[in-house]
């Protein structure tokens, strides 16, 4: 099977872009089931990526829908070590407009139809997830962002990713109580990313891209579709600039990163009570710790 150490999670928009070349659709089976879509397998700054398009490629898939197993567990059988998850987002905050970027450090979570973790049904794993994302990736993907110097683009690093089950956006009261929490941006999908690439053991992080001010700010509309996608346009080729800037840079200088690790001393079940079928699930992630 072809071979990946990047992945790249995002919308359409990532894999037609001019740099990504030599692509082929690859489709991968997992445990879990099948992932959103056919992954993308092509060259990006001079190195094999793996792209997965996270709602499908025609976008069919509601967030509460989407294979979050599937999808990282069929990452891992490509060998990926490193993933750069794209996701449009709103703004909880004046200073962080819409078009801008943010690498957020911190998520809260307020899905509640999300399976996070590879293990149950008779084994048990309590990563460490005090720090969410892998900080190493993120100063990779800040460095590039900064070094690129795009005209009209501001990046904000650091910050807390509110998620939220979703499809429908947030009333006023909730997006009012979301700011008074100290959140920065919203969205649907990364949280239980970050979870899963932990105990997959790959190193994460989003470069959130800024659609609209969600639906507190008294002067803008409240968000609609229309025009999250007007602005997840005009985002789209700032994205990809960073991106391919980004692989180049993992490329040279691959960060080390905790995450490669965080299984360590997090599996409480001794492996030899674990059924079998449990087992053969996740032998990807764990039997590199057989004793």
Known sequence: MTTAKIGIIGGSGLYQMEAFTDTHELTIDTPFGSPSDSLIIGTLGGTTVAF??????????????????????AMKQLGVEYIISASAVGSLKEEIKPLDLVIPDQFIDRTNNRVSTFFDDGIVAHIAFGDPVCLNLGNVLADAVTSLQLPNLSLHRGGTYLCIEGPAFSTKAESNLYRSWGASIIGMTNLPEAKLAREAEIAYATLALVTDYDCWHLEHDSVTVEMVINNLHQNAINAQKVIVETVKRLVIHPPKSSAHSALKNSILTPLEKVPEASRAKVALLIDKYKT
């Open 52 to 73: 997965l398009p996270r709602h499908g490629r025609n976008h069919h898939l509601i967030p509460s829908q989407l294979p979050f197993r599937a999808n990282i567990y």
